[in-house]
């Protein structure tokens, strides 16, 4: 019998360099996004958590220009994807061509193929579009006509969507819901940023002038360090512990899966990094499951009949939840 060894606890240094990068990051981003400390920082935890991210909110309050932002303040490959109801499953995936020159049949990548890839108004695309990002989201590769591809590291979805106006949308499958790390919802900004925003964006864009902090390889180091991160039983026995509220909590007919809880935990640790920590802390967990549970959780009748919403009810289960004790 074998004894798997536990990874090394990131140093001071490796932290130090996560929170430098990270830090320039935000910031760059917060230079194009007035007033959204909360959504910005969840944007780059679940970059170094290794997930995606569900963008959900009216129209015109910056969904898609956040993700570009991240998208630019990467010095990596980006993608764009306009999710229409003809948008087809190769036009994501990519599709085989027959080559006359060679005879042979050839690989064409499709959009999918890219460090960063922002997927807008995914919720109008078909289902059968939708589910080409199944693979994609969940194992990092892409298999068409039998053969395997790789998808670059790292590599983050980035989509969004709009919750008000169904009309000619397709709402996303859970499957595919549970595949995306966090959802969050950028919100209308205070007036002092929208007046800032009107200072910034009144005359010239300045997502033009965003500059690249890191490369993807800079990406994978932080990515790598992040995993490094401590989380003991405890804090473990933690996510598992609020995992199982949802399951067995009377206003929720549909809990977290097993997926939530890894993305649950993974994210904690980016968060511990961030700042500054090489083990993560309850808080962490906390902070975080709005963000990571909400949306994986369908809300049984009688929650809907007393208007509970998924976020309070989780708010309610992490009041409710013991913390287990130790480190």
Known sequence: MTTQLQPSAPSQGDLDEVA??????????????????EVIDAAVTVLLAEGHLLIEDVPGVGKTMLAKTLARALDTSMRRIQFTPDLLPSDITGVSVFNQDDRQFEFRP????????????????????????????????????????????????????????????????????????????????DARAEMAMLDHHGSASPLEEVRPVTDAEGVAALIRTVRRVHASP???????????????????RLGASPRATLHLLRAARARAALRGRDHVLPDDVQALAQAVLSHR???????????????????????????????
């Open 20 to 37: 430098q990068v990270a830090g320039a990051l935000v910031e760059a981003m917060r230079s194009v996004i007035e007033g959204k400390d």
């Open 234 to 252: 405890a804090a473990r026995q933690y996510v598992v512990d609020l995992a199982a509220a949802t399951r067995t909590s009377s206003a929720v």
């Open 297 to 327: 959780i369908l809300l049984s009748s009688e929650a809907h009949v007393a208007r509970q919403t998924p976020e309070r009810v989780i708010a309610d289960l992490v009041q409710r939840t013991r913390v287990p004790g130790g480190r």
């Open 110 to 189: 499709g959009a999918v193929f890219a460090n960063v890839v922002v997927g807008d108004e995914i919720n109008r695309a078909s289902p059968k579009a939708q589910s080409a990002l199944l693979e994609c989201m969940e194992e990092h590769r892409v298999t068409v006509d039998g053969t395997t591809y790789a998808l670059p590291h790292p590599f983050i979805i980035m989509a969004t969507q709009n919750p008000v106006e169904m009309e000619g949308t397709y709402p996303l499958p859970e499957a595919q819901r549970d595949r995306f790390m966090a959802r969050v919802s950028v919100g209308y900004p």
